[in-house]
């Protein structure tokens, strides 16, 4: 048998559970799964899948520089306490 070395790594735990089952169902295991992913980078000495930048449409993108902008800005937004207040708000603009 070919002498083996430990690889020690930190994960999310809801990742990490999703991933095996999903492993699991293909008949393999994390190690396994591991192993090809490092063979594969030795092979094409790259990453072996394309990686990209999400792209999002033009609501999510208007969403985040809205709360950037709650960031930076929070003198210029209003705040809530609880969100009892807010719906008390929110229901006395209906009437």
Same mark, same amino acid.
């Given at each position: 048998?070919? @002498?083996?070395?430990?690889?020690?790594?930190?994960?999310?735990?809801?990742? =990490? @559970?999703?991933?095996? #089952? !999903?492993? +699991?169902?293909?008949?393999?295991? *994390?190690? +396994?799964? *591991? !192993?090809?992913?490092?063979?594969? *980078? *030795?092979? !094409?000495?790259? $990453?072996?899948?394309?990686? #990209? =930048?999400? =792209?999002? /449409?033009?609501? !999510? $993108?208007?969403? $985040? =520089?809205?709360?950037? +902008?709650?960031? #930076?800005?929070?003198? /210029?937004? #209003?705040?809530?306490?609880?969100?009892?207040?807010?719906?008390?708000?929110?229901?006395?603009?209906?009437?």
């Amino acid at each position: 048998m070919a @002498k083996t070395d430990t690889l020690n790594i930190r994960i999310e735990p809801n990742l =990490k @559970k999703e991933a095996e #089952k !999903t492993l +699991d169902d293909l008949g393999m295991n *994390v190690a +396994d799964a *591991v !192993t090809i992913f490092l063979k594969q *980078v *030795v092979l !094409t000495e790259s $990453i072996p899948f394309e990686i #990209k =930048k999400p =792209k999002y /449409n033009q609501e !999510t $993108i208007e969403a $985040i =520089k809205e709360a950037l +902008d709650m960031i #930076k800005n929070p003198e /210029n937004y #209003k705040s809530y306490n609880s969100v009892g207040e807010l719906m008390e708000e929110l229901n006395s603009e209906d009437e």
